[in-house]
Every structure is written in C-alpha cells, then in structure tokens.
C-alpha cells in the first residue's frame, strides 16, 4: 500500500498541487515488491484529465506498477 501512496504522491505533487479534491480515481497494477531502501521512480504522461504513470525501481531496473491511470477534475 505504501508504493500506491506514493504514486498518489507523486501525481498530486505534480498535477494538482496537492489539492486532494481534484483526485476523481487512482488505479495502478501493482507488478513486483519494492523492498525497503530502494528508491523509486515515477514517469507520468497526461492527456488532458487524465495521467498515466509507471514506476520502477532504480536499482533493480524493473517495474513495481504498471498501467498506472488517475482521473483528475
């Protein structure tokens, strides 16, 4: 759950500055473990109100969510 929060993080940080009522929905496939200490990276891509969004694992170079896709206001 803690990987979703962060993606969640990352595309408010982003794309809503921080204002959490433009959040419409958040949904992510979540395809491999992050384990503790490793740092993540998030690429998104917006298309008008809607974001898609990747992240990865910089050390081990592989996915942990894939198909990543939030709604905004």
């Known amino acids: 759950m803690c990987t979703y929060g962060i993606t969640c993080r990352g595309i408010l ?37 809607v974001i898609s969004f990747e992240a990865s694992v910089k050390e081990r170079v592989v996915k942990v969510v894939e198909n990543g896709m939030t709604l905004l206001d």
């Open 13 to 49: 940080q982003t794309y809503a500055d921080y204002d959490h009522c433009a959040f419409r929905r958040h949904a992510a496939r979540f395809s491999s473990p992050v384990y503790p200490g490793e740092t993540m990276t998030l690429e998104t891509w917006k298309d008008g109100n």
